[in-house]
């Protein structure tokens, strides 16, 4: 699968708090928290972001809170692929289990450039920059709940038995 | 092959000998937790997957913890949706508002974690069992739906790193200092995917409501697990509590472990993390005034008696600082009656603290003590992350439950030594 966007860019340690603060979790609707993705981080974000966009951040993407309307607000919000120099284990483990697609690596992007992520290949090309950059396929085990479409889906045909 | 204490649980979890760090497993889990935010998207998730039983009501628990009691119409109906849940899936142990108490506190003290067991929680600090032996870790509302269906979750192995400790605290030092001092040290993801495996002639002087704070804020560290050892404490704290018979593991002697940290309790002094990350510590040395709008006591954190107590302890005959607010917070109701019987409660009402029903209300920014732009909060929580307890520009300082009564006595952040 191909993803095209283009990058929004942010720091290490963006954390859950700010990806969907917590006085928005009185409910569960992905399109109410949605329209309230990144606001106490970047409050331009929502008017900035077009479908298919791709968050490039630093280190420890989503720390804090195993609040998986993280993810979902992100996914919701049209973002098509997080790309990080590193996880928060909880974050990327919803990550897998609702589907949004999210890839570790260090590399140099700007706000605004087009980026090419082929999930597949393991590659993705900064298109503005010509960089390109390879980045390793997930462990098999979780390959199989993604292709299974989530964890729930995978649990329900035995995949991961 | 030599095997973590962490490693030798989940190795009994899914039937299997021996287990390496990376490895991916099913396993068999012995408790599934969710809370008010966490259990409606899990609800949503297990019935959109078309699931009908739950594997066993009696080995899920669901917590109306956050934004209870209900903050307003929205919270309402989340809590609603659960307690129906609750019933249609006959899960007896949903605590609501009147036996309720702040999740991590509450299943430690009736018993529903024992020594060797494997707990997850839609909850990031599911961590804090690991106190009790037991492997406990947070995940997010899907993995609670597979959980509550299958009675499994994926998990990877984690390599561990071990945090060996020594000595003894001193009067007003903590186990949020000794927890606050390790993630000054090694960062909020210095233990990413990791085990910090606790070990050493410290631990047994480290009281129970330590360990569990200790083990509270592993995730801070970017941690999978914080665990200890068990020992007669742990024994004597699941015997009171009603919890199964322990199964007692221990790391090998030969253990690998990623790296080794070594803490010298007696030498810890009182440590406040600055704003916004909880790795930001510093030690009394190394700031000047910084003066403060309210003051919170409570939490999965520091909301246990022994919090109270030395909260009480400097409050007592003392008034809260003119243009302070100060929020007392106990856990849970049993802690609520034991601070009623111990005359905490009026310690706390006489220095003009305002004392509320147990809710995690202002640690997440839910309700119970929003700051206002600009506002600065000592707060013995665990989390100082922008806008965590209000407006992107207010600002949480986290401490100990000593830290916080002082400050709140002087108005600025203080240790109980600046009251003499
Ligand atoms: S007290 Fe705070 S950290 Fe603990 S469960 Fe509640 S919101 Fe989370």
């Known amino acids: ?161 | 092959m030599p095997m973590t204490m962490t490693q030798k649980i989940l190795a009994a979890h899914c039937g299997r000998e021996t287990l390496a760090a990376g490895e991916m497993i099913l396993a068999d889990t012995d408790l599934v937790l969710g809370n008010d935010i966490t259990s409606p998207v899990a609800i949503n998730e297990f019935r959109k997957a078309g699931c009908d039983c739950v594997f066993d009501g009696g080995k899920i628990a669901l917590v109306m913890d956050h934004f209870t009691p209900n903050k307003d119409i929205k919270a309402a109906e989340q809590t609603k949706k659960v307690r129906e849940f609750a019933n249609e899936k006959n899960i007896p142990n949903f605590f609501d508002v009147g036996d309720m108490g702040v999740e991590h506190a509450l299943l430690p003290e009736r018993g529903m974690v024992t020594a060797g067991d494997l707990v997850i929680g839609a909850d990031s600090h599911t961590c804090t069992y690991g106190a009790l032996g037991a492997f406990s870790s947070g995940v997010g509302s899907t993995d609670m739906a597979a959980a509550m269906a299958y009675g499994k979750v994926w998990l990877r192995v984690p390599s561990a790193i071990q945090v060996r400790l020594t000595g003894k605290l001193r009067k007003h030092v903590s186990g949020k200092d000794v927890i606050l001092h390790l993630i000054r040290l090694i960062g909020v993801d210095g233990a990413l995917y990791e085990s910090l495996e606790f070990t050493g002639d410290g631990v047994a002087a480290l009281t129970m409501d330590d360990r569990l704070c200790i083990c509270n804020m592993a995730i801070e560290a970017g941690g999978k697990n914080g665990i200890f050892p068990v020992d007669e404490q742990t024994l004597a704290f699941l015997s009171e509590a009603g919890a199964n018979p322990p199964r007692v593991f221990a790391a090998d002697a030969d253990a690998a472990y990623s790296r080794v940290i070594d803490i010298d309790l007696s030498a810890l002094e009182s440590v406040v993390a600055f704003p916004h990350l909880p790795e930001n510590g510093k030690t009394f040395a190394e700031f000047g005034d910084v003066p403060i709008d309210q003051v919170v006591v409570g939490s999965c954190t520091n909301g246990r008696i022994s919090d109270l107590r030395e909260a009480a302890e400097i409050l007592k005959g003392r008034k809260v600082a003119k243009g302070v607010r100060a929020l007392i917070i106990p856990a849970t109701q049993k802690i609520w009656l034991q601070a009623v019987k111990e005359g905490l409660m009026e310690i706390f009402v006489a220095a003009g603290c305002a004392v509320s029903t147990p809710t995690c209300g202002p640690c997440l920014g839910g309700h119970m003590g929003i700051l206002a732009k600009g506002e600065r909060c000592v707060a013995t929580t665990n989390r100082n992350f922008v806008g965590r307890m209000g407006d992107p520009q207010s600002e949480v300082y986290l401490a100990s439950p000593a830290v916080a009564a002082a400050s709140a006595v002087l108005g600025k952040i203080a240790n109980p030594g600046m009251l003499d």
């Open chain 1, 1 to 161: 699968m191909q993803l095209n966007g283009n990058a929004l860019c942010y720091g290490d340690n963006v954390d859950t708090d700010v990806i969907i603060p917590a006085r928005y979790l009185n409910t569960s609707d992905p399109k109410e928290l949605a329209s309230h993705c990144m606001e106490d981080i970047d409050p331009d974000f929502l008017q900035k972001v077009k479908p298919g966009d791709i968050i490039v951040a630093g280190s420890n993407f989503g720390c804090g809170s195993s609040r998986e309307h993280a993810p979902l607000a992100i996914k919701t919000a049209g973002i098509s692929c997080v790309v990080a120099k590193s996880f928060a284990r909880i974050f990327y483990r919803n990550a897998i289990n609702i589907g949004l697609p999210i890839i570790v690596c260090d590399g140099q992007f700007a706000n605004g450039d087009a980026l090419t992520v082929d999930l597949a290949a393991g590659t993705l090309q900064n298109q503005t920059t010509g960089e390109s950059y390879a980045f390793p396929p997930f462990p098999e085990f979780l390959q199989k709940i993604i292709t299974a479409g989530g964890l729930m889906n995978a649990m329900a045909g035995g995949d991961i038995a």
